[in-house]
C-alpha cells in the first residue's frame, strides 16, 4: 500500500495479507500475492506486466501489447522460450475480454496503472534535487549489509520438473511427449513441457488454454498420488540434510554444509549430481538442482539448466554480482510481476540498473521493499533464511481449491471439511500447530475477501479446524445468503511447533496449495 514519505517522496510498502512478502520464495516485493494493489485482490505471480514500457511512461490503457498485463502471458518458466508472445496474449485477451474475470483485472490494473505513473511522476522530481545525504545513507546501509555476506554455508534449492505432469508420464507412459495438463476446463494446475510449447502453464484456466492448444488433454489431479510420490523423494533430502526445508510437494531447500564436512572427498556438485541421480532411480522423476551461497541465491540456479540440470554458483563476491546483476529484474525469487511492471515503468529491467538507480528507490520505496532489493542484488538474501532446523519460522499454512461458481452452500461446507481434512494432514506431518484460522472466499466475480478468528489456544486437530472454519463461513452466508463462490481456501496462521523440546527441521512450507482433486466431484468438470 502507499504510504506517506515523510521526505515528500512516495512511499511503496510491503504488506501482504496471504504471505509474508519479503521471505516467501514466490511473493512480490511489491505486492504481486498481496493486497499491494487492492485490498484483498488475488493475484497470480503466474501472469507477466508489459515488457516494453519505456523509462518515464506509463502503458496507456490495459496494455500496450493489446490487452491486461495482468492476464498477459508469464513465459519466466521452463520451456517456455521462444514463443510467439504477441500471438498468445491475442488469444488470451480474445478469450477473456468481456468476462468477470476481466473486468476484474482490468479494474487492478488500472490502479496500478495510477500508482506506477505517480511513482514515475515522483522519479522526475527526485533526479531534480540534490540527494547527497541520501546517498551516503544508501550507502551506510549497504556496507551493513555487505557486513552480513555469509559464504560459509552450502545451500541447494531441489525443484521437482513438471512434478504433478512427471508423476502421471511415469503412471501413464502414453502422456510421454504430449501436451496435457493436470486440471480441468476451470483452472490448471500444472502443464507439461510439450503444452508449455503452447503457452499453456500452471494457473491458467482451462477453456483459455484448450484455445492455445487444441488437442490439450485434461488429466485429473490426484493430491494422494503425488503427495506419495513427494514423500519418496523426501526420503533422499534426508540423507543428505535431515533438516532439509521442504516448501512445497515439489521443491525444497537443504543445508549440505554438515553433510560435506563429514565426506571431505565429495564436493558440492558431485553430491547434488549424486542425489539427483538417486530420486531419478528411486522415483522415475527427474530434479533440477541449484548450488549456492545461500538460499536466494540457490532458487535462482535451479532454474538455470532446466530441466533435469543442476547449476553451481562459485562461492566469492565477484562471481556473485556478475551472476546477479545480469539477471533480469523478474528473475530472482520475491519479485513479481507488480514489481517488474513498477521497476520497467521507471527505466529498470536489469538488477545492475537496480543497483544504479539505488538512491531513487530509497526515496520512492518502503524500507523493507528497498532492503530487499539491496539484498536481491548484492546476493546476499534474507538474513534469516538459511536458519534450517531452528524450528517452524513459517507464517502460515493453507489449502484452497478452484471450483466453478456456486452458490450451494451445502457443497461449500463440504469443501470447508475436505480443506480443513488436508490442512490437519498436513500439520501432524509437519508437527506443526496454529492459534488463527483464516478462511479465503473468491467470489464468482474475482474479488477475493477472507475472514479470520484468533483464538486463545493452539489447534492441530482436523475437527477443531473444522469447526472454526465452518463458523467463520456461516458467518458469511448470514450476511450474504446466496453468495456465489469460485474458490475457497481454508488457512492456519500462528504457528507453534507441536512437539515438546524438538525442534522441526522443516521451516517454510507453501502458502497456497491449489488442490483441485479436494471439491465436490459435481463441482468439477474435465
Known amino acids: 500500500m502507499e504510504c506517506d514519505d515523510v521526505t515528500g517522496g512516495l512511499e511503496f510498502d510491503v504488506e501482504s495479507d496471504d504471505d509474508d512478502a519479503i521471505n516467501v520464495q514466490e511473493s512480490d516485493v511489491l505486492g504481486d500475492i498481496s493486497d499491494f494493489w487492492d485490498d484483498l485482490a488475488e493475484t497470480s505471480d503466474d501472469q507477466r506486466a508489459n515488457p516494453h514500457t519505456k523509462q518515464g511512461s506509463v502503458t496507456e490503457g490495459p496494455n500496450a501489447e493489446n490487452g491486461l498485463s495482468r492476464i498477459a502471458l508469464d513465459d519466466n518458466k521452463a520451456g517456455m522460450d521462444g514463443l510467439d508472445k504477441q500471438k498468445i496474449n491475442d488469444i488470451i485477451f480474445s478469450v477473456s475480454k468481456g468476462s468477470r474475470f476481466y473486468e476484474n483485472e482490468a479494474r487492478k490494473d488500472e490502479m496500478a496503472r495510477k500508482r506506477t505513473e505517480r511513482a514515475v511522476q515522483e522519479l522526475g522530481r527526485l533526479k531534480s534535487l540534490d540527494l547527497t545525504t541520501e ?22 534449492h531441489v525443484d521437482m520438473d513438471a512434478f504433478y505432469c512427471a508423476v502421471e508420464e511415469r503412471d501413464d507412459p502414453s502422456l510421454k511427449g504430449k501436451a496435457f495438463a493436470v486440471g480441468g476446463t476451470a483452472m490448471l494446475t500444472t502443464a507439461s513441457y510439450a503444452a508449455r510449447a503452447f503457452g499453456v502453464r500452471a494457473a491458467m484456466p482451462g477453456y483459455i488454454a484448450l484455445r492455445l492448444c487444441p488437442e490439450l488433454k485434461f488429466v485429473r489431479p490426484d493430491h494422494r498420488k503425488y503427495s506419495a510420490a513427494s514423500e519418496e523423494v523426501r526420503k533422499v533430502f534426508q540423507r543428505y540434510d535431515p533438516n532439509f526445508r521442504p516448501m512445497s510437494l515439489d521443491e525444497a531447500y537443504l543445508d549440505l554444509t ?32 541449484g548450488i549456492a551461497a545461500n538460499s536466494l541465491l540457490a532458487k535462482v540456479c535451479s532454474d538455470r539448466n532446466k530441466p533435469n540440470g543442476q547449476y553451481f554458483l562459485p562461492f566469492d563476491r565477484e562471481s556473485i554480482l556478475e551472476f546477479v546483476q545480469a539477471l533480469p529484474v523478474r528473475k530472482p525469487p520475491g519479485i513479481g510481476k507488480v514489481t517488474e511492471q513498477f521497476l520497467h515503468a521507471l527505466g529498470i529491467r536489469t538488477c545492475k540498473e537496480i543497483w544504479d538507480n539505488r538512491v531513487y528507490l530509497y526515496k520512492l520505496c518502503s524500507a523493507a521493499s528497498f532492503d530487499y532489493f539491496m539484498r536481491v542484488v548484492m546476493g546476499i538474501g534474507s538474513s ?4 534450517f532446523g531452528s524450528g517452524p519460522d513459517r507464517k502460515s499454512i493453507s489449502h484452497e481449491t478452484t471450483f466453478y461458481p456456486t452458490s450451494d452452500a451445502t457443497a461449500m ?9 488436508s490442512l490437519s494432514v498436513e500439520m501432524a506431518e509437519e508437527k506443526i500447530k496454529g ?20 483464538l486463545m489456544r493452539y489447534l492441530k486437530m482436523e475437527d477443531d479446524i473444522v469447526a472454526v472454519a465452518l463458523e467463520l463461513l456461516n458467518d458469511e452466508l448470514q450476511v450474504n445468503p446466496g453468495i456465489e463462490l469460485r474458490l475457497m481456501g481454508v488457512r492456519m496462521s500462528g504457528l507453534a511447533s507441536s512437539e515438546v523440546d524438538k525442534n522441526v527441521g522443516i521451516a517454510k512450507v507453501s502458502e497456497s496449495s491449489e488442490y483441485l482433486g479436494l471439491i465436490p466431484k459435481h463441482l468439477f468438470s474435465i
Open 135 to 156: 546517498r551516503s545513507i544508501v550507502e551506510q546501509l549497504c556496507t551493513k549489509l555487505e557486513a552480513q555476506r555469509d559464504l560459509s554455508k552450502v545451500i541447494v
Open 384 to 387: 534469516h533464511e538459511d536458519r
Open 435 to 454: 492459534n488463527t484460522v483464516t478462511i479465503k472466499l473468491k467470489r464468482s466475480d474475482f474479488r477475493v475477501f477472507q475472514k479470520s478468528k484468533k
Open 413 to 421: 461446507r463440504a469443501t470447508i471439511r475436505r480443506l480443513s481434512h
Open 258 to 289: 554438515p553433510y560435506l564436512s563429514m565426506h571431505p572427498e565429495d564436493t558440492p556438485i558431485t553430491v547434488v549430481s549424486r542425489m539427483r541421480e538417486e530420486i531419478l532411480s528411486e522415483t522415475g522423476l527427474t530434479a533440477s538442482a
